[in-house]
């Protein structure tokens, strides 16, 4: 990706990121987060949540993914920003499917920088809102 081939309305290719309670389990170790919310079942649902859900930080993570695999480097993204609008739940058989896309929003050439904006949805629903990557473009 060089400077002149960034375009606003660029769409990046998207992805599905699949997420199994396996992953959840892997995240808690990387992160530290053992909150019962991420792996007990009957934690979860006895605070009033659908199922076991995904880590906030575990999907923001997993949505920029497609920024970096765009850019080809994650040591470009200067920025990145989001606000979380609903929970992924995860359920025990089958995992969930997180459907990620992105669009370039803004380029500023001189300072060769560019803001994508990262679309993230579970079951038709937005998971993440103003989710904003802003990117080095060369």
Same mark, same amino acid.
């Given at each position: 990706?060089? %400077?002149? =081939?960034?375009?606003?309305?660029? %769409?990046?290719?998207?992805?599905?990121?699949?997420?199994?309670? #396996? #992953?959840?389990?892997?995240?808690?170790?990387? #992160?530290?987060?053992?909150?019962?919310?991420?792996?007990?079942?009957? @934690?979860?649902?006895?605070?009033?949540?659908? /199922? +076991?859900?995904?880590?906030?930080? @575990?999907?923001?993570?997993?949505?920029?993914?497609?920024? +970096?695999?765009?850019?080809? /480097?994650?040591?470009?993204?200067?920025?990145?920003?989001?606000?979380?609008?609903?929970?992924?739940?995860?359920?025990?058989?089958?995992?969930?499917?997180?459907?990620? =896309?992105? +669009?370039?929003? #803004?380029?500023?050439?001189?300072?060769?920088?560019?803001?994508?904006?990262?679309?993230?949805?579970?079951?038709?629903?937005? +998971?993440?809102?103003?989710?904003?990557?802003?990117?080095?473009?060369?």
């Amino acid at each position: 990706m060089t %400077q002149a =081939s960034v375009e606003v309305g660029q %769409q990046l290719p998207p992805r599905t990121v699949h997420v199994e309670r #396996s #992953s959840l389990v892997r995240y808690a170790g990387a #992160s530290g987060d053992f909150n019962p919310i991420h792996w007990d079942e009957r @934690f979860a649902t006895a605070v009033g949540l659908p /199922d +076991v859900i995904a880590h906030g930080m @575990f999907t923001m993570g997993a949505a920029v993914q497609v920024v +970096v695999d765009w850019l080809g /480097d994650a040591g470009k993204v200067l920025e990145y920003a989001v606000r979380f609008s609903a929970p992924v739940p995860v359920p025990h058989d089958g995992g969930a499917d997180i459907e990620v =896309s992105a +669009v370039v929003k #803004s380029v500023d050439a001189p300072a060769r920088r560019a803001v994508v904006e990262i679309t993230a949805t579970h079951a038709g629903a937005k +998971v993440l809102t103003r989710a904003l990557a802003t990117v080095a473009t060369d």
